[in-house]
């Protein structure tokens, strides 16, 4: 059956976005190692985990809330022992992260506009407001998306109100996207159908198993003949 | 002529929102002020102000922010003498403002609905997504808008995307809102019309002058009888 409408993922499926905090990770377990006392990097890094967890409530995705949560865990795992003036250095790589030019993963500029090409299609993204606009704008493929959805939460709800503005029903919707637990499940809940392209980083927070039915690309390159295959089904 | 579309300006015109930010200042003041040797509260204020003008370009409005600008302001001001155990007080400070219940200005639970039977209505909003959307949930009037449009800036190319979208001509579009900067001047660039509701305090990066001919109510209760009479002029 021909699908009218394609939903992409941004972070992961369109461009590289979890390799940055990923390494900004492993620069605050540097700055902060040295004053956690008998404690190991991976003591370290689960301590900034649960912090995380325990801040999702209050601050949401994105880079701001991240950069909180590394200043709360700096000071917790380090009972108060990392010295004020070392923070600022804590401040700034979540600056800098926001201030990373946007990198497209292989093959997204050639085959976001083949795609436009036979389908509309919308953008479906979360986290924060100001990024993820200046990530689009930088990105050069904003205007062959029929829509950028910045959204708070990709549940059910979310998706099934996206299909209602954009009038298309469940069985003619494809999302696309590295995330099992934000791109694929609440997409198979409402009736629509997914793609799983894997990336090379998962934030622990995003884990989920699907029932081994979802079809999996290993690059957005494989879409367009999958989709071929598919709508001649 | 009749108005079509009405937008409304949600913190400070709808809900309380400066006055929780004015609060956590004072308290942000009281908490760094004995760190900051010869510095008086001017001072340490006007640091802060200083500091947050120079984050807007990296971190953009809303709590999250502010909280960011917070904690680098201390550091700065008390030149690293403030001890590491006294942030996470800051940082709580800006968990205590996202948390704040939505308090509604006077008359607006009234008068949200009665302009509702008679004008097609949009929020438009800046500041973060998840704060944004909480509070538009909590306030119970949500259903009363076609759109909640929450945007990073309000210049007046959002203006222009957000008439297009709703498919309104400028002339039938009329803005509400209590700061001149964000929604008065860039909808009278865009051909639109606007009407100031001031609200006790104005955050001062938002402060800009009309030429006068704006017309100001001194509550959104005003605002249907005001409607009537332009309309039937």
Request: aromatic share 6%; with cysteine.
């Amino acid at each position: 059956m021909k699908i009218e409408v394609v939903g992409l993922d941004a972070d992961d499926t369109l461009w590289h976005s979890e390799d940055g905090f990923h390494d900004i990770t492993e620069r605050y377990l540097d700055l902060v190692g040295p004053y956690a006392d008998g404690r190991d990097r991976a003591d370290v890094m689960s301590n900034l985990a649960a912090v995380e967890r325990m801040n999702l409530g209050h601050f949401g995705y994105g880079v701001k809330a991240f950069t909180l949560t590394m200043v709360e865990a700096a000071i917790d795992v380090t009972d108060g022992r990392i010295p004020t003036t070392a923070l600022p250095a804590i401040v700034a790589l979540g600056k800098e992260l926001l201030a990373r030019p946007v990198e497209l993963l292989p093959g997204v500029a050639e085959t976001v506009p083949r795609l436009a090409e036979t389908h509309r299609l919308l953008l479906i993204t979360k986290g924060d407001l100001l990024h993820q606009e200046r990530k689009i704008e930088q990105c050069g493929l904003a205007h062959h998306f029929e829509e950028l959805e910045i959204v708070t939460e990709k549940d059910p709800d979310t998706y099934a109100r996206i299909l209602h503005e954009h009038d298309v029903s469940p069985e003619r919707f494809l999302m696309v996207g590295n995330s099992v637990k934000s791109d694929v499940l609440p997409v198979l809940a409402i009736g629509a159908r997914a793609v799983h392209i894997p990336y090379e980083f998962l934030w622990a927070e995003e884990h989920a198993e699907h029932d081994g039915t979802v079809p999996e690309l290993r690059s957005i390159t494989q879409l367009p003949a999958w989709l071929d295959a598919v709508e001649s089904d």
